[in-house]
């Protein structure tokens, strides 16, 4: 069956760094764009970073420009996202997404989610 399966998450101090790893199964990853996602309590959940199918492009939200990086490694089916000077504005739970259009069907699938906390 499908997984996505996040880690790496934890506490860290402002100005922090933490990878964050989602493993994935199940699924044809190299065909998926692959998006991170984060969630602060009582606030809706926003895209941080997205990247394509073969890595080639990437996009961020302007909140982590500079900051996060976002990337593949297809033969591992294992998407990651490298948070660097973390602000405690970035606490929040982060889900990995993978998305998929082929033969008019959308295929859409996400991670349990990792808590990121960032405190000093």
């Known amino acids: 069956q499908v997984q996505l399966v996040e880690s790496g998450g934890g506490l860290v101090q402002p100005g922090g760094s933490v990878r964050l790893s989602c493993a994935a199964s199940?699924?044809?990853?190299?065909?998926?764009?692959m998006r991170w996602y984060r969630q602060a309590p009582g606030k809706e959940r926003e895209l941080v970073a997205a990247?394509?199918?073969?890595?080639?492009?990437?996009n961020y939200a302007d909140s982590v420009k500079g900051r996060f990086t976002i990337s593949r490694d297809n033969a591992k089916n294992t998407v990651y996202l490298q948070m660097n000077s973390l602000k405690p504005e970035d606490t929040a739970v982060y889900y990995c997404?993978?998305?998929?259009?082929?033969?008019?069907?959308?295929?859409?699938?996400w991670g349990q989610g990792t808590q990121v906390t960032v405190s000093s």
């Open positions: 990247i394509t199918s073969a890595g080639g492009t990437t």
């Open positions: 997404n993978a998305v998929h259009t082929g033969w008019g069907k959308a295929y859409n699938y």
């Open positions: 199940g699924f044809t990853f190299s065909r998926y764009v």
